[in-house]
């Protein structure tokens, strides 16, 4: 067990002061102190293991070998209800006022996660694995398995038949949720059956070749066992794997289709309002209703427009915002020629910041960081595209970018997105929380999207001040960002719990946003059928950061210091939003009587 450091750059009066703001009575007790930070430690490296077992991809993180595929089962999710218990059970006898610095966050981040919310089987039966934003994960992390499994032997042959056995596993068990669901009157909804057959029909059809195994990485085996092991692959196959994916197509055919409601939402179900606002706690970290989360969406989307409206009267353009985002789409200056003029201009935005960084920023990931073009084969389901952390075998955080259609892909918005992405955004949270060393295995793993979102939106917002907006349009581009994310907190709460139709949630966005029908389309889609709740994280998590920041700023006056607020937020990772509040109150208090 690795020992639990704060890493930072703060003066050490300021590192006492926190110290001594985290501790409580009892943690002058020095065997109670002892007692409590073990007992924490060791419940998070519990939890870390039973997460390192089940996982398929953080083993691929860690280049562990895989053993065993994803387990999609009712009885898994009852085993994890279990451990939940369990775990829960071991952090109410720890004595968390014994605790302080690094431990009493993971106490902190712990209490949090494991918090009994009244989640029950309804959680598991009002989640819809199955559609095109959900179901490919599963897949790629198994195909990335068994593409990187070492054949050098028989039994690692075995090895490899068995995972591939395991693999249809996963068709069958999603079939069976499916099933399930049925025999309960849940059906997906109508409007998100076309596009999740067709993403089951692509992964049937590309599964053979991707699991079939090239002959030179059989050349360990001898020739009987290659012929043995070549026959017993392709009846599995074709007995198992593709029999399972037209088990689950026709599972969701033509009977399955004529139930479909063509309401959207997961609040039409029995159960989805409580799913839904625990579904908001899980991803937003905070105690938010519903009708609170749309009316701020309501009122940041006003207020946004407000901020746009102005940049177009600098400009001297007349028409409406639509018009002119239209005009925005075909102008020439954002179209980039080639995927290497796309990289250049996200790297322009990078260079302009470089220079300035250190200014707001002490404490500086050591990884490289770039952008690269995504594999051409997975441009066409993807929007955008996705930031890479570094790993062992690749050392460089990448942004990497649709570079397909690039004349409908304006780029008017490249300063928001590569400062959201890279620096100082996801990049500089991610990489430096994997390099801290000082972090549990827990801690440098652990992933909240209210934070990882809300940070690289607060820092893209950061380039305002900093300077590097420095064109309207820029500053535009940075805008449009803006009110697309406020725009998912009136539409994804509308659809999911007030009743809006897909239509309508259409509608409102494409009254405010920039983006493409095509992109609404696929969008509202996503937040109504598949991940209710997800896209509320990016903006809360954002005004959050900004609410703790002006907190402190307010606080401290003229010792307010920048460089050690941002490095508060990101010193511990990632972190429930109530936990990072908590974090920066305990830093108000050290500066406060820091002399």
């Not at 606002?277 to 006003?302: C, F, M, P, W, Y």
């Not at 020629?337 to 990931?365: C, L, N, T």
């Amino acid at each position: 067990m690795r020992p639990l450091q704060i890493r930072t750059t703060l003066p050490l009066t300021l590192i006492l002061s926190l110290t001594l703001a985290c501790a409580g009575g009892p943690s002058g007790d020095s065997k109670a102190a002892e007692e409590a930070a073990r007992l924490v430690r060791e419940l998070a490296d519990d939890i870390w293991a039973d997460t390192l077992e089940n996982s398929t991809y953080y083993r691929l993180q860690e280049g562990l070998p895989i053993e065993k595929l994803e387990d999609l089962t009712l009885e898994e999710y009852h085993r994890n209800q279990a451990n939940a218990v369990a775990w829960r059970e071991r952090l109410a006898r720890i004595d968390d006022a014994a605790l302080d610095g690094d431990d009493r966050i993971t106490y902190e981040i712990l209490d949090f996660q494991l918090h009994d919310d009244g989640a029950d089987d309804s959680d598991f039966w009002l989640t819809f694995d199955i559609t095109a934003y959900q179901a490919p994960y599963a897949f790629t992390f198994a195909q990335q398995a068994l593409a990187g499994h070492a054949l050098d032997n028989p039994a690692s042959a075995e090895r490899y038949l068995a995972l591939v056995r395991e693999y249809g596993d996963i068709a069958d068990q999603l079939t069976a949720k499916v099933e399930g669901q049925i025999e309960r009157g849940i059906y997906l909804p109508k409007a998100g059956l076309t596009s999740t057959r067709a993403t089951w029909e692509g992964i049937r059809a590309a599964s053979p070749a991707l699991l079939t195994v090239a002959d030179e990485r059989l050349t360990a085996l001898a020739e009987e066992e290659r012929a043995g092991f070549r026959e017993r692959l392709d009846a599995l196959i074709a007995d198992h794997v593709t029999a399972g994916f037209d088990r689950l197509l026709l599972a969701l055919g033509d009977a399955y289709e004529t139930k479909a409601p063509e309401a959207v939402g997961i609040g039409q179900y029995p159960d989805g309002a409580e799913v839904y606002q625990r579904l908001i706690r899980s991803n937003t970290t905070l105690s938010l209703s519903a009708d609170e989360i749309h009316a701020r969406g309501k009122a940041a989307v006003a207020e946004i427009s407000g901020r746009m409206q102005t940049v177009r009267d600098q400009l001297g353009f007349e028409g409406t915002a639509r018009e002119f985002h239209d005009q925005v789409k075909q102008d020439p200056r954002f179209i980039a020629a080639s995927p290497a003029d796309v990289e250049e201009r996200y790297m322009s935005f990078i260079h302009k910041i470089e220079p300035v960084i250190d200014g707001y920023f002490k404490v500086q990931p050591e990884a490289a960081y770039g952008v690269r073009r995504l594999p051409l084969s997975s441009e066409p389901g993807m929007t955008f595209g996705f930031y890479n952390p570094p790993t062992a075998d690749d050392p460089v955080g990448y942004y990497n970018y649709n570079g397909s259609d690039l004349a409908n892909r304006s780029l008017i918005g490249a300063g928001s997105l590569i400062y959201h992405e890279l620096l100082p955004g996801h990049h500089f949270h991610i990489a430096t929380q994997a390099e801290n060393d000082g972090l549990q295995d827990l801690r440098q793993h652990y992933s909240v999207g209210a934070f990882t979102e809300g940070w690289a939106e607060y820092a893209a917002s950061l380039g305002i001040e900093m300077g590097m907006y420095e064109t309207p349009h820029d500053l535009y581009g940075r805008y449009i960002m803006e009110i697309f994310l406020a725009t998912r907190l009136v539409v994804d709460t509308g659809m999911n719990a007030l009743g809006w139709s897909l239509e309508q949630a259409r509608a409102y966005m494409r009254e405010h946003i920039f983006h493409s029908d095509v992109e609404i389309a696929s969008e509202t889609l996503r937040y109504s059928t598949s991940i209710p709740a997800q896209a509320l994280a990016y903006r809360l998590g954002y005004e959050k950061l900004w609410e703790l920041r002006k907190r402190a700023e307010a606080a401290l006056g003229d010792t307010f210091d920048v460089r050690d607020f941002h490095d508060v937020i990101l010193a511990d990772g990632s972190r429930p939003l109530p936990v990072v509040e908590a974090g920066v109150d305990r830093y108000i208090a050290a500066a406060s009587q820091a002399p």
